[in-house]
C-alpha cells in the first residue's frame, strides 16, 4: 500500500464569491479497482443487486427488493466478513454498493472502497481538515455515485469527487466558508447529473441552503436558500435581519421525483431556539421543501410547525409513496416528524397540499390542527420563552431524530424507529451572534417521564387507513436504528444500547434474528447482492446523539450503562 500527500490548488465557490484555496488531502490506494460507471438510467431504474444511494432509491424507501433472506430463513443468517474502520464516534453512513465494490464513510471524514465480496480494503481517503475546523456532530453520512467518481462532503463544508478506483481526488469546491459555523455531513443527492447538497450549522446562525454542482467539473450550478432573503417569498417571516442568521439546516440527503423533476429536502430549526427572539412563522425553517432539481427554483413547500422553540428540526427526507386513502390514490410525502406527527402530504407540480397527521408518540405541545392547512395550533403553556422554562413531550430530540424510517411495498406499512416517553425542559436566554460561536441562546434538560415502562420503539403504520398496525417496545433502551426493508417480508435495525442488530418480521413485528455487534447500530443498513447471493450490511459504531440521550437517560435514573466505541462494518448471509 502506498500513502502520500497530495497538495492541490482548487477553484472554490463560497458564499457569494469566489476564492482559491489550498488544500491538503490524504489518501491511502492500492491497485486501481475495476469499476461499472453509475448512470442517470442506473440510478432512476436501480438493479436490485445494487444499493447506489442513501435509501436505496430516489424515493427513499429504504427497501430492497431482494428476497433470498426470509421470514422462514433468516434465523440462519450468519456474518461472513467485517472490517474495521479505525476510527470511534457516532458510524452513521449507509454501505453504498456499485456491482460488488462498496463505498462507506466513517467519522472524521473517511471514505473507504472494500470488496464486497471479501471484506478487503480496497483504498482509503482521509480528509485532512484545518486546525481551526469545527469537530461538531462528528459524523458523515454517506456517499453519492456518479459516473466513475464518489462524492462525500466534509466538516470543512466542502464536496469533494474521487475517482472511483483510485481514491485520488478528481475535484473539490468550497460549499461556504467553515469559519462562520457550517460544516457539512449529509450524503450528496445525485440528480440529473448534478451533485445537491446541503449544509449544516443552525445551532451557529448560518443561513441554510441546498446548492447543485456539475458532477463533472465542479462548478456550481444554482444555490436556493432555506431562509429567504428580501424580496424573497417568506422574508416578511422574519423580522429585521433575523434572516441573515435563521438556521433551517440541511442534515440529510433529499429525496427525488424524476417525473415532477422536484427534488425534496427537510429542514432544520431557526436560529436561536427560542421563538419569542424572531416573532413570525420563520420560513422555510421545520418545513419540506420542493426544489426544481435543474434550476433550483422553489416550487412548494409545507412547514410542519412554525416558530419553532422546541429544537425540533425536521430533517428526514419525506417518503415519495403512492398511499390510497378515501377511495383515490394519493401521490404523497410521508413524513415521520420529530415533533412527534406522522404527516401525509400530496406532492404535486407546484403545490405540496396537507392531507393527515396524527401522533405516532405522546405529544402536548400541538392544542390542535387545522384539517385544511395542517398548520397546528399551540399550547402556549409548553412553548419555551426567554427566561420562561417550558416542559413538553416528546423530547428536544423528538418522537424521530434523523434515523430514517423505511417502507415496503409488500405489506403498505412504514416503520418508524420511534422514542416514548421522553421529555424535555427548555429555557430561553438573550444571546448575542457572533460567526462561528454557539447560537441556539437555550438551555436544555431531557428527562424520563414518570411511570415510564419503556423509552424505544419500533412502529408499523398501515398507509391506506393510517392507523398504528404493531409495535416493537424496547423497555430499557432508546431506539437511534434506521431502518431497512427487504422482499423477504423483513425489517432490519439496530440501535439499541445492547448492542444487537436485529430482523423483525415485517407483518408482526416479531424478532426473528438477532446479532450481537462490537459497539451499538446507529447506521444506516443496506442490502444487495453478488453472483446470486444476498448480502445485509451495516456499520456499528455508537456516539453523537445516540451517546448524548444515553448520558440523559442514565443521570435522570442513575444508571452507568456505557456502549463499546469503535466502527466496524458487519456484512451478513444466509450460512449455507
Given at each position: 500500500?502506498?500513502?502520500?500527500?497530495?497538495?492541490?490548488?482548487?477553484?472554490?465557490?463560497?458564499?457569494?464569491?469566489?476564492?482559491?484555496?489550498?488544500?491538503?488531502?490524504c489518501f491511502a490506494q492500492q491497485a486501481a479497482v475495476d469499476y461499472t460507471p453509475v448512470t442517470d438510467e442506473r440510478l432512476r431504474s436501480p438493479n436490485p443487486d445494487d444499493w447506489l444511494m442513501y435509501r436505496g432509491t430516489y424515493d427513499s424507501w429504504g427497501y430492497s427488493p431482494l428476497d433470498q433472506i426470509t421470514t422462514d430463513n433468516v434465523s440462519r443468517l450468519v456474518p461472513v466478513w467485517s472490517l474495521s474502520t479505525g476510527v470511534i464516534s457516532g458510524h452513521q453512513s449507509p454501505p453504498i454498493v456499485n456491482d460488488g465494490v462498496m463505498f462507506v464513510t466513517t467519522p472524521e471524514d473517511q471514505v473507504l472502497a472494500v470488496d464486497a465480496r471479501s471484506g478487503d480494503l480496497l483504498w482509503r481517503h482521509r480528509r485532512q481538515l484545518p486546525d481551526d475546523a469545527l469537530r461538531?456532530?462528528?459524523?458523515?453520512?454517506?456517499?453519492?455515485?456518479?459516473?466513475?467518481?464518489?462524492?462525500?462532503?466534509?466538516?470543512?463544508?466542502?464536496?469533494?469527487?474521487?475517482?472511483?478506483?483510485?481514491?485520488?481526488?478528481?475535484?473539490?469546491?468550497?460549499?461556504?466558508?467553515?469559519?462562520?459555523?457550517?460544516?457539512?455531513?449529509?450524503?450528496?443527492?445525485?440528480?440529473?447529473?448534478?451533485?445537491?447538497?446541503?449544509?449544516?450549522?443552525?445551532?451557529?446562525?448560518?443561513?441554510?441552503?441546498?446548492?447543485?454542482?456539475?458532477?463533472?467539473?465542479?462548478?456550481?450550478?444554482?444555490?436556493?436558500?432555506?431562509?429567504?432573503?428580501?424580496?424573497?417569498?417568506?422574508?416578511?417571516?422574519?423580522?429585521?435581519?433575523?434572516?441573515?442568521?435563521?438556521?433551517?439546516?440541511?442534515?440529510?440527503?433529499?429525496?427525488?421525483?424524476?417525473?415532477?423533476?422536484?427534488?425534496?429536502?427537510?429542514?432544520g430549526n431557526p436560529g436561536p431556539w427560542i421563538g419569542d427572539q424572531r416573532p413570525g412563522d420563520n420560513l422555510y425553517t421545520n418545513s419540506v421543501v420542493a426544489f426544481d432539481a435543474d434550476t433550483g427554483e422553489l416550487k412548494a413547500y409545507h412547514q410542519y410547525h412554525h416558530n419553532g422553540s422546541w429544537d425540533w428540526d425536521e430533517v428526514s427526507a419525506p417518503l415519495l409513496i403512492d398511499v390510497s386513502r378515501g377511495g383515490r390514490t394519493i401521490k404523497s410525502l410521508v413524513h415521520p416528524a420529530r415533533n412527534g406527527y406522522l404527516w401525509l402530504l400530496e406532492r404535486e407540480a407546484d403545490a405540496i397540499n396537507f392531507v393527515d397527521a396524527n401522533p405516532y408518540v405522546d405529544q402536548?405541545?400541538?392544542?390542535?390542527?387545522?384539517?385544511?392547512?395542517?398548520r397546528p395550533e399551540y399550547n402556549q403553556e409548553r412553548k419555551p420563552g426567554t427566561n420562561k422554562p417550558a416542559t413538553f413531550c416528546p423530547s428536544l430530540w423528538g418522537g424521530k431524530d434523523w434515523p430514517p424510517a423505511a417502507y415496503s411495498p409488500q405489506t403498505g406499512y412504514l416503520y418508524i424507529p420511534a422514542n416514548e416517553n421522553l421529555c424535555s425542559t427548555i429555557v430561553g436566554r438573550e444571546v448575542e451572534y457572533r460567526p462561528g460561536a454557539g447560537y441556539t441562546g437555550a438551555t436544555s434538560q431531557v428527562f424520563v417521564a414518570d411511570g415510564a415502562d419503556h423509552l424505544?420503539?419500533?412502529?408499523?403504520?398501515?398507509?391506506?387507513?393510517g392507523e398504528q398496525v404493531w409495535t416493537h417496545e424496547f423497555p430499557e433502551s432508546q431506539n437511534w436504528g434506521p431502518i431497512l426493508t427487504t422482499g423477504g417480508g423483513l425489517v432490519f435495525a439496530g440501535g439499541t444500547h445492547d448492542r444487537y442488530f436485529r430482523a423483525f418480521d415485517a407483518r408482526t413485528g416479531d424478532v426473528l434474528w438477532e446479532q450481537r455487534t462490537n459497539s451499538g447500530v446507529i447506521g444506516v443498513p443496506s442490502s444487495f447482492a453478488i453472483d446470486g447471493v444476498q448480502y445485509i450490511a451495516v456499520q456499528s459504531g455508537w456516539g453523537v446523539d445516540a451517546q448524548g440521550?444515553?448520558?440523559?437517560?442514565?443521570?435522570?435514573?442513575?444508571?452507568?450503562?456505557?456502549?463499546?466505541?469503535?466502527?466496524?462494518?458487519?456484512?451478513?448471509?444466509?450460512?449455507?
Open positions: 500500500m502506498v500513502e502520500g500527500w497530495v497538495r492541490r490548488i482548487v477553484a472554490g465557490v463560497s458564499v457569494g464569491s469566489a476564492m482559491l484555496l489550498m488544500v491538503w488531502t461538531a456532530h462528528w459524523t458523515n453520512r454517506g456517499v453519492g455515485l456518479y459516473g466513475d467518481r464518489v462524492y462525500f462532503t466534509t466538516h470543512d463544508a466542502f464536496v469533494v469527487a474521487l475517482d472511483a478506483g483510485t481514491g485520488e481526488v478528481e475535484w473539490e469546491a468550497s460549499v461556504a466558508d467553515y469559519r462562520t459555523g457550517y460544516y457539512m455531513t449529509m450524503a450528496p443527492l445525485i440528480a440529473n447529473g448534478k451533485v445537491l447538497v446541503g449544509a449544516s450549522g443552525g445551532e451557529r446562525g448560518i443561513r441554510g441552503f441546498v446548492a447543485a454542482y456539475d458532477a463533472n467539473s465542479g462548478e456550481e450550478v444554482w444555490r436556493s436558500h432555506t431562509v429567504p432573503g428580501p424580496g424573497e417569498p417568506g422574508n416578511e417571516t422574519w423580522p429585521g435581519d433575523t434572516w441573515r442568521t435563521g438556521g433551517a439546516s440541511i442534515w440529510i440527503t433529499g429525496s427525488f421525483d424524476p417525473e415532477l423533476n422536484l427534488t425534496y429536502w427537510g429542514t402536548n405541545v400541538f392544542a390542535s390542527i387545522d384539517p385544511v392547512t395542517g424505544g420503539e419500533l412502529q408499523a403504520w398501515d398507509l391506506s387507513t440521550m444515553q448520558r440523559a437517560v442514565n443521570q435522570h435514573l442513575d444508571r452507568n450503562i456505557q456502549v463499546p466505541q469503535g466502527g466496524v462494518i458487519w456484512v451478513f448471509a444466509l450460512q449455507p
